[in-house]
């Protein structure tokens, strides 16, 4: 079987570095790797709009961000296909079948979409009242247009973060309750998480949970060297460590979460002669002795080392505007030629292709 990755973005802010590590930096790896037969990266403007209806200018601003993030980072055009998701219009035609083999209840279930239905404050308010009223059905059923994404290319592999699992299981269920109602005609893909702990869910600078534009504790990016070593300087460490001299805590200390996700052995003759590794340096803060600004200056250098290049690439490709529309208008009617192909096989499958000239000869006989 071939293999196909696909996996997306939705379009509502520019990327960051918990983008990078936990998904994106991955991603170019696979691709270079030339494992895979077919890579498709979406960007997931139809998918941002489920909660963000009143604000299509939010969106469309982010379709140049996030591709100008994809082809900084190094995804390569010539080898991954980049599209628009809106601009394939067989996704939601599949979506609507696909809604007939899910249930309310389990979409209620769907830790994510409950999650993020808190979060956005969907159900706090009835209708009528200030604010937001309920959940846009549209975002409620995100998780199944997210299967149809996934199985339109067949693809066997999406590479995503660890909060994306209840829509790759939420998928797998689709595929399986398909093919068994209809035949084989889908594939069940699978997950691939980040392998490291720290790049599983990278925390924001201010040490919350997850790193969030909302929260205001993001490194994007797209940021330059100087606002990138401004919030380093600012971040969470380890809030017992009031003296250099104090024993500190690596756990939960932000600025070594940072390194476990980016530290790699050549930093540190490179930037820190004095300690031979990771461990080395935690070991010492650990013990006392190590101040918070010296492994702050340290990840700065870390960070930069491997945002720098991003960054000077950025700048090129914003030069050439006209080259990223062209680039994501192209990989978006490849996208379309593979989708319409699933297309007619599900419909095929679903006896809903009555003019393919076999079927209607049967049916007018
Ligand atoms: N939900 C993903 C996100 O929040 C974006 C996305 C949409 C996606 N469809 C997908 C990811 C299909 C992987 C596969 O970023």
């Known amino acids: 079987m071939k293999k196909i990755i696909l996996t997306g973005d939705r379009p509502t802010g520019r990327l960051h570095i918990g983008h990078y590590v936990g998904s ?35 969106v469309r601003a982010n379709i140049q961000e996030v591709a100008l993030d994809y082809l900084a980072c190094g995804l ?27 249930t309310v209840q389990r979409l209620q279930r769907n830790p994510t979409v ?32 997210q299967a149809a994404d996934i199985t339109a290319f067949k693809a066997t592999t999406v590479p995503v973060g660890e909060d994306q699992e209840p829509m790759i299981e939420q998928t797998r269920e689709i595929v399986r309750k398909f093919n068994s109602v209809y035949g084989p005609v889908l594939v069940e893909p699978d997950i691939l998480l980040p392998d490291n702990a720290a790049c599983l869910r990278l925390p924001g600078t201010d040490g919350k949970a997850k790193m969030s534009k909302s929260l205001g504790n993001c490194i994007y990016l797209a940021d330059d060297a100087d606002t990138v070593k401004k919030k380093v300087m600012g971040m969470y460490t380890d809030p017992t460590h009031l003296q250099v001299s104090d024993p500190g805590h690596v756990e939960g200390n932000t600025v070594f979460t940072y390194l476990d996700a980016f530290c790699r052995p050549e930093h540190f003759p490179e930037y820190l002669p004095e300690y031979e590794s990771l461990d080395a340096l935690k070991d010492h803060y650990r013990r006392g002795g190590l101040g918070d600004v010296k492994i702050k200056k340290f990840l700065i250098n870390v960070l930069e080392s491997e945002l720098g290049p991003i960054r000077a690439r950025r700048e090129e490709y914003a030069k050439d505007i006209p080259y990223v529309f062209e680039v994501l208008r192209k990989g978006s009617e490849e996208a379309r030629a593979v989708a319409a192909k699933t297309l007619s096989e599900v419909k095929a499958a679903m006896k809903i292709n009555y003019f393919d000239p076999a079927v209607l000869s049967e049916l007018i006989k």
């Open 24 to 58: 994106l930096r991955r991603r170019v790896e696979l691709q270079n790797s030339g494992l895979f037969d077919k890579i498709f990266i979406m960007i997931a403007d139809a998918q941002a709009l489920t909660d963000n209806a009143d604000n299509p200018e939010k």
């Open 114 to 145: 409950k999650a993020e239905i808190q979060m956005r404050g969907f159900s706090d308010n009835v209708e009528g009242s200030e604010g937001k009223a309920g959940t846009p059905v549209g975002f409620f059923c995100y998780p199944i247009s």
């Open 76 to 102: 390569d055009p010539n080898r991954s296909t980049l599209f628009i998701q809106s601009q394939v219009s067989e996704l939601t035609e599949l979506t609507f079948f696909y809604m007939n083999l899910v």
